[in-house]
């Protein structure tokens, strides 16, 4: 995931990025119950910090006893959830059917493993080099930011190289020659 998020940082205005669940319970024993906490995070507007949360912390959640009361121990409060709305929401029949809706349609389109991406309609499943999602999206490299020399942040407007001067600098390589 951390290439899809520096596509993402680097692209995101040019393209819709939709997260869908894909729990896949077989080898991952929490993972369901991962989706209902990061849908019950979306719905206090946290969904991608406890998403963050859960990819960075998976060794110590993966085959811990979880339920609500566990998540919200490891980041409701620093998050600043409201402790009443998210363990309501985490049973609430609109967590449960979003999350079921995602793995039927991820079903539907094929996909078997994550993380898997769907670009212009080609389904990408592993870990996908960042090239490969600037070629199979079709985005336009960002441009260039111009940043003045003296670390200010406006331009002079001048494109003159700067003399370069110093010990170790002769002094003839300063001439432009």
Known sequence: FPTAKTFM????EQVNFVYRHFPITQSHP???SAAYATEAAKQQGLFWEVHDW????????????????????QFGEDLGFDED????DYVSDTV??????????????GVNSTPTFIINGK??????????????????????????ID??????GDTKAPDVTGPNVPEESTSGQ
């Not at 940082?9 to 995101?12: A, D, K, L, P, Q």
């Open 54 to 73: 859960l990819f960075e912390n998976q060794t110590s959640w993966a085959t811990a006893e979880v339920n609500v009361d566990y998540w919200f121990a």
């Open 96 to 109: 449960r059917n979003a999350v079921s809706t995602d793995r039927s349609d991820a079903q539907q389109f």
């Open 123 to 148: 389904k990408l499943a592993g870990s996908i080099p960042l090239a490969t999602f600037i070629k199979e999206s079709g985005v336009k490299e960002p441009e260039p930011t111009v940043v003045p």
């Open 85 to 88: 709305q998210f363990k309501s």
């Open 151 to 156: 670390g200010s942040s406006e331009g002079s």
């Open 9 to 12: 940082e680097t692209y995101g």
């Open 30 to 32: 929490n993972a369901l």
